[in-house]
């Protein structure tokens, strides 16, 4: 089974804090992805790599940055907490065309 | 126009009956089609994908595409309190690795 996993399934920050969220595939997937999950909103892409070192804007990737130094490991990076950041953050992985697997998520909380 | 659009709902149907959940999406060029489950709280499942059109069954829940149409499905038969749930259809593009997913139709099965 694929295995997704984040660093915290919930997290408060204050606002102007760097705010770094971890996550980790197991099954070798090339594609990993940031999500936000606003309610009303659904789902919106903020960042996307498909290889080590590679990255790629999503909707909407301001405030945002990633890193993907290693196939395995996707972070999202606040580099300046906001409040309007509030949200839940989902990471998913895939193999090229296929289906995408999420990771349990994080609630992120920004005071 | 959004890429992906689904009657966001809510969808109420009785125990035992079929649960029906319609997506449009805008690309013709689409390629692979997705649903996923999703609980109050909990993070995205996959459930079914479809490449071809047509049906296809996977014990009680069935996705049917029609690429003429630009419409894909997924019926949930003999439908259990347990399918209470948001569902979410995904649509990825002939090119390129992301999806694309509506917002989501909330089902609500009663006892």
């Known amino acids: 089974d694929v295995k997704v996993t984040q660093s915290s399934r919930y997290l408060v920050k204050r606002t102007g804090e760097k705010v770094f969220l971890e996550c980790v595939q197991d099954?070798?997937?090339?594609?990993m992805f940031w999500y936000r999950q606003d309610p009303g909103l659904g789902l919106r892409l903020i960042y996307f790599s498909y290889d080590v070192k590679m990255k790629e804007k999503g909707d909407i990737p301001e405030g945002y940055s990633v890193s993907r130094e290693k196939k395995e490991r996707f972070s999202l990076i606040l580099e300046s907490a906001s409040t309007n950041q509030t949200s839940m953050y989902l990471c998913?992985?895939?193999?090229?065309?296929?289906?995408?697997?999420f990771g349990p998520g994080t609630r992120l909380t920004v005071t | 126009q959004k890429e992906v659009e689904q009657n966001s709902g809510p969808l109420s149907v009785p125990e035992g009956a079929i649960a029906s959940l319609n997506c449009t999406y805008s690309d013709r060029g689409s390629q692979s089609f997705f649903w996923y489950r999703q609980y109050s709280g909990k993070s995205p499942e996959l459930i079914m994908s479809i490449y071809s059109n047509g049906d296809k069954e996977d014990g009680r829940f069935t996705a049917q595409l029609n690429k003429a149409s630009q419409y894909v499905s997924l019926l949930i038969r003999d439908s259990q309190p347990s399918d209470s749930a948001t569902y979410l259809c995904?649509?990825?593009?002939?090119?390129?690795?992301?999806?694309?997913f509506g917002t989501g139709t909330s089902l609500t099965v009663i006892p």
């Open positions: 099954m070798d997937h090339e594609n």
């Open positions: 998913a992985s895939s193999l090229s065309g296929t289906e995408q697997y």
């Open positions: 995904a649509v990825s593009p002939n090119t390129g690795n992301q999806f694309y």
